[in-house]
């Protein structure tokens, strides 16, 4: 469980460069390499780019920790919804 908390933190600053914000670009990138077993679509930059106005809580056009929380969130809620189901993911 710590071991996942840092790997979501840690993933977020290494694509923000410690930054407190994740850029378009930015992010396009973390989506497509860290969440393509999860999510349709990540190869698409509308799609991505969708997702991040989706995200953008404040429309500064670039995504904060909390914002990005919010799709961990989504994804993790997502997940265990299939696996109630009884549809085991096995990626
Ligand atoms: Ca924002």
């Not at 407190?20 to 698409?44: C, R, Y």
């Not at 106005?53 to 929380?69: A, H, M, P, R, T």
């Not at 997940?79 to 096995?90: A, F, I, L, P, Y």
């Amino acid at each position: 469980m710590e071991s996942a908390i840092k790997t979501i933190i840690t993933t977020f600053l290494g694509s923000s460069k410690g930054g407190e914000n994740l850029s378009g670009s930015s992010f396009q990138k973390l989506v497509k390499n860290q969440l393509g077993g999860l999510m349709e679509d990540t190869n698409s930059s509308s799609a991505v780019k969708e997702m991040q106005q989706g995200l953008d809580e404040n429309n500064d056009g670039k995504v904060s920790f909390q914002e990005y929380l919010t799709l961990i969130g989504y994804l993790a809620n997502n997940m265990s919804q299939r696996k109630t189901e009884g549809n085991q993911d096995t990626s």
